[in-house]
């Protein structure tokens, strides 16, 4: 137990080199497609996460348009909470992203430097085509995600400015004011979930042809 404690001690130390850090994690079993299936399933749960705070956000909104005198600080109260937790959301799915793009070049650009290493043509061919595979299924997928991080930008937007407003704003004028926000929001929130539902759904995909490969 204490020898793995040491090892994962030294590499946290690490963490801020890539290089040095991919290497230690190689001396305890973990390649660099390891790394990146963990990073893709972490990036995912994240999507999921953020979709439901999102979703909650969207709630906690409309929960405010329809609320009547003494209700009205509290459900703004709740809205800011769910605004807050929507942006911490949405900066946890841009560093997912962002850590799964660091791993893949690595792993991309030693796997391309391994192809002269080999003897045999025929395995050095087979090797060149599932490269050539995984960067096309890779750069999908990450189009994909960064597709569906830039939808949450329009969204966060809109909460952060009602939130701003409601802040020194709350009466039922204001409140009323907000009904054309509403079904404009509602329409971006959709579009923004069924962007990330299919961002997870690519990523359950290319976690499983990264896991299938020999």
């Given at each position: 137990?204490?020898?793995?404690?040491?090892?994962?001690?030294?590499?946290?130390?690490?963490?801020?080199?890539?290089?040095?850090?991919y290497g230690a994690m190689e001396?305890?079993?973990?390649?660099?497609?390891?790394?990146?299936?963990?990073?893709?399933?972490?990036?995912?749960?994240?999507?999921?996460?953020?979709?439901?705070?999102?979703?909650?956000?969207?709630?906690?909104?409309?929960?405010?348009?329809?609320?009547?005198?003494?209700?009205?600080?509290?459900?703004?109260?709740?809205?800011?909470?769910?605004?807050?937790?929507?942006?911490?959301?949405?900066?946890?799915?841009?560093?997912?992203?962002?850590?799964?793009?660091?791993?893949?070049?690595?792993?991309?650009?030693?796997?391309?430097?391994?192809?002269?290493?080999?003897?045999?043509?025929?395995?050095?061919?087979?090797?060149?085509?599932?490269?050539?595979?995984?960067?096309?299924?890779?750069?999908?997928?990450?189009?994909?995600?960064?597709?569906?991080?830039?939808?949450?930008?329009?969204?966060?937007?809109?909460?952060?400015?009602?939130?701003?407003?409601?802040?020194?704003?709350?009466?039922?004028?204001?409140?009323?004011?907000?009904?054309?926000?509403?079904?404009?929001l509602q329409q971006d929130v959709?579009?923004?979930?069924?962007?990330?539902?299919?961002?997870?759904?690519?990523?359950?995909?290319?976690?499983?042809?990264?896991?299938?490969?020999?």
């Amino acid at each position: 137990m204490s020898r793995l404690l040491s090892s994962l001690l030294v590499l946290v130390l690490l963490a801020g080199c890539s290089s040095a850090y991919y290497g230690a994690m190689e001396k305890v079993g973990f390649a660099k497609r390891d790394i990146l299936v963990s990073r893709v399933e972490k990036a995912r749960s994240a999507q999921a996460e953020a979709k439901e705070e999102f979703t909650d956000a969207l709630q906690a909104f409309l929960a405010v348009t329809r609320v009547d005198g003494g209700e009205l600080k509290r459900k703004y109260d709740e809205l800011n909470d769910r605004y807050k937790a929507s942006e911490s959301a949405a900066k946890e799915v841009r560093e997912r992203i962002d850590a799964i793009e660091e791993v893949a070049g690595a792993l991309f650009e030693e796997w391309g430097n391994e192809l002269g290493l080999y003897s045999n043509p025929e395995l050095r061919a087979r090797s060149q085509e599932q490269l050539a595979a995984t960067r096309t299924r890779y750069t999908a997928l990450l189009a994909t995600m960064r597709r569906a991080a830039a939808g949450m930008d329009p969204v966060l937007a809109t909460y952060r400015d009602q939130v701003l407003f409601l802040k020194h704003n709350l009466n039922a004028q204001a409140v009323r004011s907000l009904d054309t926000t509403s079904r404009t929001l509602q329409q971006d929130v959709s579009r923004l979930i069924a962007g990330m539902e299919q961002s997870i759904r690519e990523a359950d995909a290319f976690i499983k042809g990264l896991s299938d490969r020999p």
